[in-house]
């Protein structure tokens, strides 16, 4: 165990995905801040999958993470990402963390966007 502290600030959206089929539930996505030292952290979650009858919901593939990201009345910007080492496909991480939280600072507003892809469901 380590004595080095750890910060984070998580961001939960105002507005939930609502899915317009079958009886899935609304999911606020988050972005979670996390300072371990001298290393910043920035991912993009939408909670946990929605298991469903057709599959799960997930944050894209693994081809094409990234989100597009308006700050106040700017032009979007795209950032690339990363996803989770421990294969959970809920969160990503924004790989250029420093400058999204330099960008995030000095904004009123931020909307993101991700792409959600559904995978088969499971058969046991």
């Known amino acids: 165990m380590s004595s080095s502290k750890t ?4 961001l939960e959206a105002e507005e939930p995905f609502y899915f317009s089929y079958a009886n899935y539930t609304r999911v606020y996505p988050e972005l979670q801040i996390r300072n371990n030292g001298d290393v910043n952290e920035v991912m993009v979650s939408v909670a ?3 298991p469903t009858a057709s599959g799960a ?3 894209a593939d693994d081809h094409d993470l990234t989100v597009r990201v308006r700050f106040d009345k700017e032009e979007p ?3 690339t990402c990363s996803p989770t080492t421990d294969g959970n496909n809920d969160t990503m991480f ?3 963390a420093n400058a999204f939280i330099s960008k995030l600072k000095s904004a009123d507003t931020a909307l993101v966007e991700c792409v959600l892809t559904v995978t088969p469901p499971k058969k046991y």
Do not use: E, K, L
């Not at 910060?7 to 998580?10: E, F, G, M, P, V």
């Open 7 to 10: 910060y984070y600030a998580t």
């Open 48 to 50: 946990f999958p929605i």
């Open 57 to 59: 919901f997930y944050i």
């Open 77 to 79: 910007q795209v950032f």
């Open 94 to 96: 924004i790989d250029s």
